[in-house]
């Protein structure tokens, strides 16, 4: 079975460009969590689907940022506009129904010129 | 909301000794606790999961228990060899949130 799959793997982008990241969890996982990690702040939970419904994104850092999960199969974090501050490893991990395991993606290095 | 803390931030030590990290959390409603280890540069990496009703879980040289009364949790790392150096993350709860982590360094 496949792992969690982000895109793009690294993304260079200017201050001001819109950033799409891309997330496709385990088939069968009903929850799906964005996570942001930084040196200084350590893997700050963003947001968390369970069954394609938004739950908390209460650490969503402001209106830069959104998060949709069209589907079972698709979610993105978007970040409109960038800002060097944005620098990051944006991490994406689903969840296993049945044991609670969760499983992660290999992760987005964003860099925000 | 839970509070997670890892106790120590980092730790050295030399190879071979017996060690132990913590993981303390407010909320003993955690619903599972995993432990995973990142390397630098690296993603994350499962060690063990400890599902709510379970007292510990061991895999090779590891063991994780957990005590939801006192609010905490414990890896158990034995023999520890230099290929154990990263950094040690814990996550729970039903919003998975992570500690801060414990950076360990193995001195050969």
């Known amino acids: 079975d496949a792992g969690v799959i982000q895109s793009p793997r690294h993304e260079v982008t200017e201050m001001g460009q819109e950033v799409t990241l891309r997330c496709k969890p385990i088939?069968?996982?009903?929850?799906l969590f964005w996570y942001r990690q930084t040196m200084m702040r350590g893997l700050e939970l963003l947001i968390y689907f369970n069954n394609n419904v938004p739950i908390d994104d209460s650490g969503m850092p402001e209106d830069r940022f959104s998060a949709k999960m069209p589907n079972a199969s698709f979610s993105t974090l978007k970040i409109q506009p960038s800002e060097p501050r944005d620098s990051a490893v944006y991490f994406c991990a689903s969840r296993k129904r049945e044991t609670g395991e969760l499983f992660f993606g290999e992760g987005s290095r964003l860099t925000v010129l | 909301k839970q509070e997670v803390t890892q106790i120590p931030a980092a730790l050295s030590v030399p190879e071979g000794e017996n060690l132990v990290l913590n993981c303390s959390f407010t909320d003993s409603a955690i619903y599972n606790l995993q432990w995973f280890r990142q390397d630098p540069g690296k993603g994350l990496t499962s060690l063990l999961l400890i599902q709510s009703s379970q007292r510990e879980q061991t895999s090779g040289r590891l063991n994780a228990s957990l005590d939801k009364s006192s609010g905490r949790s414990t890896l158990y790392i034995a023999a520890s060899q230099p290929g154990d150096s990263a950094t040690y993350l814990c996550v729970l709860g039903e919003d998975m949130r992570f500690g801060a982590g414990t950076r360990l360094t193995v001195k050969p």
């Open positions: 088939s069968g996982h009903n929850s």
